[in-house]
């Protein structure tokens, strides 16, 4: 089995480099799509999600925090989440097509 040329290898690094950049703009894209979905729910459904979600609280860390029980919690979740739903195909309705 023969080694690389140097020029595959380098070949091979801009690739990676490449699928890298990629890899961040979707990422700062995905970023910013749910920046917007959050800033169309209320201030409520935003930051429980955020705890949840991003910060990665448990339901008996989020109990503590909103004093009620985890039913509750759970039931207040599927509701922001919904919303959240909702303001995507809301906004995914008015863009325009061809993309």
Do not use: C, H, W
């Not at 009620?68 to 979740?77: F, H, P, S, Y």
């Amino acid at each position: 089995m023969s080694d690389l040329s140097e020029q595959q290898v380098m070949m091979a690094d801009a690739s990676a480099g490449g699928k890298k950049r990629d890899e961040e703009l979707r990422r700062t894209k995905v970023r910013e799509m749910v920046q917007a979905l959050l800033g169309k729910v209320s201030e409520e459904d935003r930051i429980l999600l955020m705890l949840k979600e991003v910060e990665g609280l448990s339901l008996k860390e989020l109990e503590q925090i909103y004093k009620v029980n985890e039913n509750a919690l759970k039931v207040r979740l599927f509701r922001a989440r919904q919303r959240v739903l909702k303001a995507f195909e809301t906004q995914d309705a008015a863009e325009p097509t061809g993309r």
